[in-house]
């Protein structure tokens, strides 16, 4: 059965009659049905209302002939994750701005992810350098090689967004697929570097303060 993530909880949903509906409006009906063929100014309405939180998603997609450029997230605006405050605000900044233009401008997308990662690098390694390039250097022996070679990827495709081609005849563009990828590549970085290290520091908060209040007892018993 297939599944939808609430943006605002993260439970999986089933897609069912009682947590999705779907209504076609158009210019010449406004009755909500759905067409045996869609007229041309028809848009595809769909809410998904999430049974753990209650929160509704609701997306606006061109179906019509004359709407297929219609793409819109109405609620929430973007995919973007709401993070904790434990991450930077200039992180969590471009986090949301990438995310929020991916279907607008994929390439300004692809230059956020870039910048939000630079951030990340300088903020919980302690990396800064004159360029991106030097400083993703600097990190290749501090995490596994096939996350190195990511991070460079998204590196070279922010870059596409942030610099013009030698040749300005030679267009080189990045689609929403592909810039979804490097907000996925972001949301990786920041659960195992942020969200991880948070965890791991509230679990050995945790096992000491247990330890601390059992040695009190056994001195009282004593």
């Known amino acids: ?10 439970m999986i949903m089933p897609i069912t009659n009682q947590t999705r509906s779907t209504q ?25 209302c999430c049974p753990n939180c209650g929160q509704l998603t609701i997306k606006a997609t061109g179906v019509g002939q004359h709407v297929k450029d219609i ?8 995919s973007a994750r709401q993070y904790p405050a434990y991450i930077p ?22 230059t956020l992810a870039r910048r939000c990662l630079q ?7 302690g990396i800064s350098d ?19 070679v990511s991070i460079d990827a ?15 005849n030679v267009i080189v563009d990045i689609d929403a697929n592909e810039a979804n990828s490097l907000i996925k590549l ?12 948070e965890d791991r520091k509230n679990l050995f908060e945790n096992i000491q303060g247990i330890n601390n209040t059992k040695q009190d007892a056994r001195k009282n018993e004593d």
């Open 130 to 148: 004159k360029t991106l390039f030097l400083e993703i250097s600097a990190l290749k022996d501090r995490i596994q090689p096939d996350l190195w």
């Open 24 to 48: 076609y409006p158009s210019f010449n009906d406004s009755n909500g049905l759905k067409y045996s063929s869609y007229p041309d100014s028809c848009v595809e309405i769909t809410f998904n």
């Open 186 to 197: 972001i949301e990786l970085l920041i659960k195992e570097w942020y969200i991880a290290r």
């Open 89 to 110: 605000d200039a992180i969590r900044a471009d986090y949301e701005e990438a995310c929020s233009i991916v279907d607008l401008s994929p390439k300004a997308s692809a």
């Open 119 to 125: 951030g990340m690098i300088r903020d919980y390694w």
């Open 154 to 168: 998204l590196r070279q495709l922010g870059n596409i967004g942030a610099h013009m081609e030698k040749d300005t």
């Open 71 to 78: 793409n819109l997230k109405i609620r929430p605006r973007s």
């Open 1 to 10: 059965m297939a599944g939808f993530q609430c943006p605002y909880c993260s």
